[in-house]
């Protein structure tokens, strides 16, 4: 991704900075007079915590939850044997099982994010040599994070894997590093807004299979929603259950909140419950979010045993998931270049890309162009000869949502909090973590570092640091009221960051499907990679790694049209003797 974040710091109070735990325990356990011991060790894994809250399928009251939470991990679920895993593992193997080409592509693809580095890493396995460009200095793209000068990491977004990312799982496994997922229990948690402090959580049994495990945990919450709203919900959700994916695909055109009224689906379904979830998906409300966003990733999590169970990375993104691809392209021959921002796309006179002109002078020349930035910074850089071309034009429909990050250090260790994602069902907020639980690199065992999304943005993109963080402040005295205070009269902020992403996934509005690019442009040796281009998984990490791959599969197959042309242009290039 070549989008610019803006990132601030701010210190409150020198006097109290404050120095966060170095190394981490390699076996560090929590436990309460009153938690049950640990039946067995095999589910432990070194150096990883997890908060389990016993009393599952009640609400959870302030103060409970310091006196009922044990250290435990929760291990890897069996996602080998499901379907799209292995469709997922068999589009991986087409990569290393390819004929080996004679002469290697020199494929240049502008943008280091998930979508980039997919794109690169299964061009390499397929024996070609793919030239990474990043406009900045630090890898990721939308996962980007930074380190600050007390060594703390803050981070584009609060990435969440679910077990129904299957093309994410086999890259993990591919890599190697599998053990840097750290998965936490089965369950949905949800704050009350209307009972300040209390939580009230979706679990699903370890017992059923899909979809039942959902449909149980949705049953056994009589929180959220009454039996007569679940049943209507359920009614409203029939014809899409009976449509199958043609009944998706059609539902886009409607918004979240027309769908639901349409479905003679309760108001308060909306609120309680897809407001949350909107906002979580694509950073907006339902009455802007596409209803076939919300119903692919329904489909996805609960056709799944494990579909909506969530893993958090044990680290910053760059070095745990970006530098091992990195590596692997590197082993393979290719290369991945920083600070190298593309300045313009110079066409031949048969419009197809004579090169990439940099924004240090330099040209760069291939056999293919990849383009993997976010759909705004690609449509800046369309030649004007290509901006009448109908797959270039629908572009214009696709256009990024703004999205803030806040990063909070507390002078203490908050206790109404949990080891997982937390819905906040705030005006302001979407998601949010204590990192400091969550996250083996970011572990603290004295303070607690909230990661909130603020979402949605629009409104605040352009506001100062200052009155993002008061606003999140307010918030949270709701989510902590016996712990935080707008004013700082309880805990008070060590310090924090704020990220800003002006232009983020693109935004999943009404009648975008349509608008959404194949890899494979209709420009011979340029293909586009990203989320917002075409596949399942819509704007995710899993859309991402999943677009690189098919635009990876379809260089592939281009390979001997793609060898044609370079021979053309070679032979072009030599002069003729007089």
Known sequence: MDTGCLSSMNITGASQARSFVGQLPTNRCFRS???QALKSSQHVNSGLKSFVLRNKGKRFRRGLCALQVVCQDFPRPPLENTINFLEAGQLSSFFRNSEQPSKPLQV???GAGLAGLST???LADAGHKPILLEARDVLGGKIAAWKDEDG???????HIFFGAYPNIQNLFGELGINDRLQWKEHSMIFAMPNKPGEFSRFDFPETLPAPLNGIWAILRNNEMLTWPEKVKFALGLLPAMAGGQAY????DGLTVSEWMRKQGVPDRVNDEVFIAMSKALNFINPDELSMQCILIALNRFLQEKHGSKMAFLDGNPPERLCMPIVEHVRSLGGEVRLNSRIQKIELNPDGTVKHLALSDGTQITGDAYVFATPVDIFKLL????WKEISYFKKLEKLVGVPVINVHIWFDRKLKNTYDHLLFSRSSLLSVYADMSVTCKEYYDPNRSMLELVF???EEWVGR???EIIEATMQELAKLFPDEIAADQSKAKILKYHVVKTPRSVYKTIPNCEPCRPLQRSPIEGFYLAGDYTKQKYLASMEGAVLSGKLCAQSIVQDYKMLSRRSQKSLQSEIPVAS
């Open 120 to 122: 690169a890493k299964y």
């Open 464 to 466: 100062s640091d200052t």
């Open 108 to 110: 240049v693809i502008a």
């Open 152 to 158: 703390d990491w803050y981070e584009t977004g609060l």
């Open 382 to 385: 369309v030649p004007q000869e």
């Open 248 to 251: 998706v695909e059609a539902q």
């Open 455 to 457: 979402a949605p943005a």
């Open 33 to 35: 007079s009153s938690a």
